[in-house]
């Protein structure tokens, strides 16, 4: 193993592989001459990920959490008291006590707390014109849209090449996620979602379709050929 400057340890694998740690940019440089790392260990950004769901799995579970994203949660009960520290790592932080809630989609929602205050998040360029009237409005009626004439700054003027101030006109509206579709009771309310296309791995449907993109791939099929039935998609009920 070949020592150098920037080497900062290394643990034997085997007799033929080392693991080694390094510092690819040890110093100050202009942005020419900065390296980027050649090498990312992406097996752990995959484990942290996976033991982070394990960890959130079972409060996200609980028939009361009405709303998470990534490591937040949103109860109707409060968890026990040795789940619930501001200053332990690993424990939950209470946040607010939430007096009323609207969600609407991930990253839409709004929270009624405590001295009649409100938090509002709305994901896109309307993140910032919403209300909570707007909200209990879209809550009644999920089809409603409307047009916002706003102003959108850092615009592209590809005439003039210039970067410009430019009034644009938004359809606020309840955002439409391309991997989940609404789901209706008989009243059309909007009670729930399910995910638009699975593959359901335990059919043999899903034989039947990774046998046949595997035969094109190898050339063995034209894909010109291909029945009704192998191009099924599975649809799930989760």
């Known amino acids: 193993m070949m020592m150098k400057d920037n080497f900062q340890s290394a643990d034997k694998l085997n007799d033929d592989y080392y693991i080694v740690n390094y510092i690819s940019n040890s110093q100050i440089v202009d942005d020419t001459e900065w390296k980027a790392p050649k090498h990312s260990a992406v097996q752990l950004s995959a484990a942290i990920t996976a033991c982070a769901r394990i960890h959130m799995y079972p409060h996200i579970s609980r028939e009361d959490c009405y709303y998470t994203d990534t490591d937040s949660i949103v109860l109707g009960s409060p968890l026990s008291d040795d789940l619930v520290s501001s200053k332990e790592m690993g424990k939950f932080k209470l946040e607010n006590h939430v007096k009323k809630g609207i969600f609407l989609a991930p990253k839409s929602y709004m929270l009624e707390i405590e001295d009649d205050q409100h938090i ?3 994901k896109g360029p309307a993140k910032d014109l919403v209300t909570s009237e707007w909200f209990q409005k879209v809550l009644e009626d999920p089809s409603l849209t409307e047009k916002i004439a706003t102003s959108a700054n850092f615009r592209i003027d590809w005439k003039e090449l210039k970067i410009v101030k430019k009034d644009i006109l938004l359809k606020l509206g309840l955002p439409q ?4 579709e609404n789901i209706y009771d008989s009243n059309n309310l909007w009670i729930d979602t399910r995910p638009l ?4 791995l335990g059919t043999k449907d899903a034989t039947t379709i990774f046998k046949y993109e595997l035969l094109t791939k190898n050339g063995e099929i034209d894909k010109n050929h291909l029945s009704n039935e192998n191009h099924k998609t599975i649809r799930g009920n989760g």
């Open 120 to 122: 509002i998040k709305h």
């Open 197 to 200: 296309d699975i593959i359901d």
């Open 177 to 180: 996620s391309n991997k989940r």
